[in-house]
């Protein structure tokens, strides 16, 4: 059975739709990331399940109940927040005990009860500090022990490390998910962050203007991106708009961008598209030297030549920026460990990546 | 930058300078007049009287000490009632109201303010008092409008009027100093609206409750004209009694010696509270 459904739940602000026409279901013990720019809707979506914010319209049912009617404190949802919210005048123990008074804890269960939550977020032997004096890893561990003590039907996670430095948020991201997994919370994380939404969910929502666009887990996310907004989103990728020229056996089409180059794509979708958006990760593409020869040709292949125009030089990874012709600019990602050209900027050089590397997009415009 | 002895004992004078001749040396003036002998029928005490503490053993007399009683219990009373009205109405403002609505009602507190203590008072007298409007549905209810107990509620009604403002704005800041998420995360874990304002936005805006309160109360100590006119002469305060002192009998001692008394009370007060602050405090 499904912990939390949302039927056709719609929000508006005035003219703004905020939440429009969403639908939502997650089952016990999943982990579900709401990921889309600001603006769109997740935040209110978390702010209706929680019951901070009345809907205009539509289900919001936890365990089959409709809550709807229900005020915050009426519902068992955990709510971690972007700033922790950690009471400033209360000790980490009695932050953590805080929820457990209300929702009924019996009062000799909760000295051991949170002995327990502290441990398990690792914060033990920290009970008698004051939130300020805590930095801001150790704050969120108190905050999610704090929502987590009192057993909440749904876990929703706001930006939860959006605050913190990039390191420690990837320590942290790690952490989270095996913390969330050893309780079998159900719950709902909401970022605009796709590596948080990515690596945190079993499965991703992206939202949209208030709407959802697409859920899948996130390797399909990445790979099968709905839409040309899910395909900008979620991950680097370069992008050419482009008209059928010819079509091929095999489900492959070549395009003419507006640049004047030919670029080939393999995809189911290919036979209805006149006009299209083609997009190609920049990790798809193999930077090839004029050194290195002829390439064979090969249908299913494409090959640009450009000129280098910057090389980035980031740690695992390379950013090399190619310039083709018309002034369009490739990003391309190589592995540092891979044996990659020493390319160096003004050097001519060829791009290769296969047709089925190419998403495809219809222009309906 | 480092600055030498010698320039900062320059650049201190001029401040120095006027709080001496300012506030140090009317208040030594009060000082000294209190500890001097007074013969009736002068005006101050003589030039050269000599020192006697009997000015200061006069407020234990009956009739004084309960001009203190008085105006500390009543402008306690209203400062704990400026309080109760002030932080909801200031709440609202910080928190529910739109930018545009808040800049109204603090342009209006504000206005409050500058309105004459005058027309204030007498407004409270033109409904409250023996003629007022209010009169014959209080002589309905048969509440004597001349007795101790209702000149005392039209006081503190006057004092109100000043406190309520001034502690609004003041709280104002407390409020808006405070994570809503607080109150947010504590509905969420479960406790009633009341309760995450109890355990959560009280605590939290104490500083800004007890400098409300400091506020109210220096406010309600130190009136003079809200219990000169609303008191119709049978309920006055410390400030009519000092004024009488000094004004109309011309007993200079006996005047200081009140005002002494009650500038450390006030000291003291501000110093308890203070301590209950940081007691409180925990942020």
Not at chain 1, 85 to 90: N, S
Not at chain 2, 41 to 48: F, K, L, Q, Y
């Given at each position: 059975m499904n912990v939390l459904e949302l039927k056709n739940v719609t929000k508006k602000y005035g003219e703004h739709?905020?939440?429009?026409g969403v639908c939502l279901d997650i089952e016990k013990g999943k982990v579900l990331s709401l990921l889309?720019?600001?603006?769109?809707g997740k935040t209110t979506t978390l702010r209706i399940i929680a019951g901070f914010t009345s809907h205009d319209s539509g289900i919001v049912e936890i365990s089959g109940k409709n809550?709807?009617?229900?005020?915050p404190y009426e519902r068992n949802v955990g709510l971690l927040f972007q700033d922790y919210?950690?009471?400033?005048?209360?000790t980490v123990a009695q932050n953590v005990a805080y929820g457990m008074r209300y929702r009924g804890t019996p009062s000799s269960v909760i000295p051991s009860r949170i002995k327990q939550m502290l441990s398990l977020v690792r914060m033990?032997?920290?009970?008698?500090?004051?939130?300020?004096?805590?930095s801001g890893g150790q704050q969120q561990r108190v905050a999610l022990a704090r929502a987590l003590a009192t057993d909440p039907q749904i876990v929703l996670l706001d930006e939860?490390?959006?605050?913190?430095d990039a390191k420690l948020r990837v320590e942290l991201r790690i952490e989270l998910k095996e913390i969330l997994r050893s309780v079998d919370a159900t719950t709902i994380v909401v970022t605009h962050d796709q590596e948080e939404a990515l690596s945190l969910g079993d499965e991703v929502v992206v939202m949209q203007a208030g709407k959802i666009v697409q859920r899948g887990t996130p390797t399909q996310i990445y790979a099968?991106?709905?839409d040309k907004f899910v395909a900008e989103f979620v991950g680097r990728s370069n992008w050419f708009h482009g008209a059928t020229r010819d079509r091929f056996t095999g489900g492959v089409s070549s395009y003419i961008t507006s640049e004047g180059a030919e670029i080939r794509a393999k995809s189911a979708?290919?036979?209805?598209?006149?006009r299209a958006d083609l997009c190609i990760r920049p990790e798809s593409i193999e930077l090839v030297e004029e050194a290195a020869g002829a390439i064979a040709p090969d249908p299913e292949r494409n090959v640009l030549t450009g000129v280098v125009f910057d090389v980035a030089p980031l740690g695992a990874d390379v950013h090399v920026v190619i310039e083709l012709p018309g002034k369009t600019r490739l990003l391309v990602i190589r592995k540092n460990?891979?044996?990659?050209?020493?390319v160096v900027p003004g050097q001519s050089v060829r791009a290769v990546f296969a047709a089925s590397d190419v998403l495809l997009f219809s222009d309906r415009r | 930058m480092k600055t030498s002895a010698r320039t900062t004992i320059l650049l201190l004078l001029p401040a120095v300078a006027i709080y001496v001749v300012l506030l140090a040396l009317p208040l030594s003036t009060v000082l000294e007049q209190s500890f001097r002998v007074f013969t009736p029928?002068?005006?101050?005490?003589?030039?050269?009287a000599s020192l006697t503490t009997e000015n200061y053993s006069e407020l234990f007399v009956p009739v004084y000490a309960h001009y203190f009683i008085r105006t500390y219990l009543l402008a306690f009373c209203a400062s704990v009632i400026a309080l109760i009205f002030a932080f909801p109405i200031a709440y609202y403002i910080a928190r529910n109201a739109s930018s545009m609505a808040r800049k109204s009602w603090i342009s209006a507190l504000i206005g409050l303010l500058f309105l004459s203590s005058l027309v204030r008072i007498y407004a409270i007298q033109l409904t409250?008092?023996?003629?007022?409007?209010?009169g014959p549905a209080m002589s309905f209810f048969g509440?004597?409008?001349?007795?101790g107990p209702y000149l005392n509620f039209v006081i503190v009604a006057g004092l109100l009027h000043y406190q309520i403002p001034m502690s609004i704005l003041i709280l104002i800041g407390a409020v808006l100093n405070l994570n809503p998420r607080l109150t947010e995360a504590a509905q969420a874990l479960g406790a009633s609206a009341f309760s995450s304002h109890r355990t959560v936005t009280l605590p939290l805006c104490i500083k800004g409750l007890i400098s409300a309160f400091l506020v109210s109360m220096t406010l309600g100590v130190s009136a003079f004209a809200v219990p000169w006119i609303l008191g119709q002469g049978r309920v006055l305060f410390i400030s009519n009694l000092i004024y009488s002192r000094f004004g109309?009998?011309?007993n200079y001692p006996s005047g200081a010696a009140f005002s002494v008394a009650m500038i450390v009370l006030s000291l003291l007060l501000i110093f308890l509270m203070s301590r209950l602050t940081t007691l409180l405090d925990r942020t």
């Open positions: 739709v905020a939440v429009d889309g720019p600001s603006g769109c809550v709807g009617h229900l005020r919210a950690l009471f400033p005048h209360l033990s032997g920290m009970e008698g500090r004051y939130p300020a004096q805590l939860p490390l959006s605050a913190l099968a991106p709905a979708q290919s036979e209805q598209c006149g460990i891979d044996r990659i050209p020493a | 029928g002068r005006i101050g005490s003589e030039a050269g409250l008092g023996p003629v007022g409007i209010l509440v004597n409008m001349s007795g109309e009998v011309g």
